[in-house]
Nanobody, 114 residues
Framework: QVQLVESGGGLVQPGGSLRLSCAASMSINSYTISWYHQAPGKQREFVAQIPPWGSSNYGDSVKGRFTIARDNAKNTVYLQMNNLEPEDTGDYYC?????????WGQGTQVTVSS
């Protein structure tokens, strides 16, 4: 059973920064981890993805502002979010695909407001 736990959300002013963490209950060395964002009343959308090796990918709305990174020794993936905008408000989820199944964490809430 794969467990993912997100943390690091909170309230921040526009232009501020937050770093989200996604801690896995298993070794993530061989897995691609992704972050998704779900704004209030909207569908979940792709934010960023980091493969075991190679280049990361980002959604168009976060390119140049967000950075995804991984620490395999800690089984943790991070999402550094800079220059936050009110539109970034919502729940952030990390996900991992293993054995044909997609595993999701419970999410962490981010509110960008003055």
């Amino acid at each position: 059973q794969v467990q993912l736990v997100e943390s690091g959300g909170g309230l921040v002013q526009p232009g501020g920064s937050l770093r989200l963490s996604c801690a896995a209950s298993m070794s993530i060395n061989s897995y691609t981890i992704s972050w998704y964002h779900q704004a209030p009343g909207k569908q979940r959308e792709f934010v960023a993805q980091i493969p075991p090796w190679g280049s990361s990918n980002y959604g168009d709305s976060v390119k140049g502002r967000f950075t995804i990174a991984r620490d395999n020794a800690k089984n943790t993936v991070y999402l550094q979010m800079n220059n936050l905008e009110p539109e970034d408000t919502g729940d952030y989820y990390c996900t991992l695909r293993r054995g044909g199944n997609n595993y999701w964490g419970q999410g962490t809430q981010v509110t960008v407001s003055s």
